[in-house]
């Protein structure tokens, strides 16, 4: 990984931290970047998700309802 200088607004940088419960700065900054573009992506999973064509057999499927779990 390399290591990066760079000047980042104090108090912007206390709010990301508080917000998104980051112990240090280096992981505020890395939960900025990955949120950033996970939204920038978002779009192109939603347009791959609408493209999606299905077989009939997939769509009459039946529903597996979720068995309870075993008791203690």
Do not use: H
Not at 11 to 27: D, I, Q, T, V, W
Not at 62 to 67: A, F, R
């Amino acid at each position: 990984m390399a290591i990066t200088s760079i000047d980042i607004d104090a108090e912007r940088l206390g709010r990301l931290k508080e917000l998104a419960g980051a112990r240090s700065n280096r992981e505020a900054v890395d939960i900025a970047i990955r949120t950033y573009l996970a939204v920038r992506d978002q779009p192109t999973a939603v347009d791959r998700i609408v493209a999606r064509t299905f077989d009939d057999d997939q769509i009459d499927a039946g529903t597996m309802v979720p068995s309870e779990p075993a008791s203690a």
